[in-house]
């Protein structure tokens, strides 16, 4: 059995398509979108990395969209540092996450600003108790949210979650509202999701002689 993408919920559709169709074909700096276009994208040098904040498997709990989170539906992180220093603006070319309970076998990736609606939504048929990766395409700000919607109403399973750090990245855990209007932070923990691609900064080597 292996991981495939499936058909998303039709309400996640009609978000996603809205956010879409408001946006600019690159994401503005910050922790918001920018719909104007008109502050210059930030020209930071890149690098190819991951960033992950949770030290890996196995989970310390799991978080789903029951009713005890009926407000949020979204459970990720907010990527805005790596090994403690900030990332650039970029492109995200792969994102992985640890797969809980999973009764519904569906799991929804999303990705979009702090606080905002996603901009990047798509279903999965994921393996449970394990690690899941898509590789999609998308242009991301230096912060940004990523995770899964897990929802109250229609079961969509649970993800992984660490109350430890890998590499002394610290806490980044995050809950949303579909609708970004609900943000809370997962105090002591680091949700189970991490991301690659164009978004790190690369760190200057000096070269020394030896004589």
């Not at 996603?16 to 918001?32: D, E, K, N, R, Y």
Request: glycine fraction near 14%; aromatic fraction near 10%; charged fraction near 10%.
């Amino acid at each position: 059995m292996s991981g495939r993408p499936t058909l998303f919920v039709p309400a996640l559709i009609v978000v996603v398509a809205a956010a879409i169709a408001l946006a600019p074909a690159v994401w503005g700096q910050g922790t918001h979108w920018d719909r104007t276009g008109d502050r210059p994208a930030a020209r930071v040098p890149q690098g190819v990395g991951t960033v992950q904040y949770d030290p890996g498997a196995p989970a310390d709990t799991f978080l789903s969209g029951g009713p005890a989170n009926a407000a949020s539906y979204l459970n990720g992180n907010r990527f805005d540092t790596r090994n403690g220093q900030p990332l650039s603006a970029g492109t995200i070319t792969g994102i992985s996450w640890y797969q809980g309970a999973d009764p519904a076998n569906f799991a929804g990736v999303v990705v979009g600003p702090i606080g905002g609606v996603p901009v990047f939504a798509v279903s999965y048929d994921p393996l449970p108790n394990t690690f899941n990766a898509i590789s999609p395409v998308i242009p991301i700000p230096p912060s940004f949210f990523a995770g899964l919607a897990l929802s109250p109403v229609a079961s969509f399973g649970s993800i992984g979650a660490r109350s430890a750090t890998y590499a002394g990245g610290g806490f980044h855990g995050l809950q949303q509202s579909f609708s970004g209007g609900t943000t809370n932070q997962l105090t002591n923990l680091n949700v189970m999701v991490r991301v690659t691609g164009s978004m790190v900064i690369p760190v200057e080597l000096t070269e020394f002689e030896v004589e």
